[in-house]
């Protein structure tokens, strides 16, 4: 299974900023970590992260045109509060793609309980740091198998 893993605004700054929310591992130390369970268990995975909003919809587009994912992992970081873009881009496009947060987003400030983007994604993960990725895969081929 080829499964992208997508990272949105400041994400760049894992391991660096709000080490008490986020951790002290990096984005690329979490992308390798990814990486080793995907080859484990047989998938490949590709890694994209970008701040800016454009950038992150023209992925998704390319995902599913050039047909590059069977599903996609995506942090959409503060984007997922407000971006109806990312939205719309979620909903035009066949392939599944699972919402993560590596925080508890309903533990923290009341704007980050909303999510614009959950309604159009397959399923969401959130609160376990680094691990909300490798739980999103395994739900995400769980449910590509059935």
């Not at 995975?45 to 992150?56: C, I, R, V």
């Not at 599913?64 to 994912?69: D, I, P």
Request: aromatic share 8%.
């Amino acid at each position: 299974m080829k499964i992208l893993v997508m990272n949105g605004v400041n994400l760049n700054l894992t391991g660096k900023r709000e080490q008490s929310v986020y951790g002290r591992e990096t984005l690329e130390e979490i992308n390798a970590r990814i990486a080793a369970y995907c080859k484990e268990n047989g998938d490949d995975a590709e890694f994209f992260q970008s701040n800016y909003e454009g950038a992150l919809v023209d992925k998704l587009h390319e995902a599913f045109l050039n047909r590059s994912a069977d599903g996609i992992i995506f942090n959409a970081g503060a984007f997922t509060h407000y971006s109806y873009a990312l939205r719309d881009a979620i909903a035009a496009i066949d392939l599944p793609v699972v919402e993560v947060h590596m925080s508890n987003v309903h533990a923290r400030e009341e704007f980050r309980r909303t999510s614009v983007i959950s309604e159009v994604c397959r399923g969401t993960v959130s609160g376990f740091g680094a691990g909300s990725y490798l739980a999103a895969i395994t739900g995400l081929k769980a449910m590509l198998k059935k």
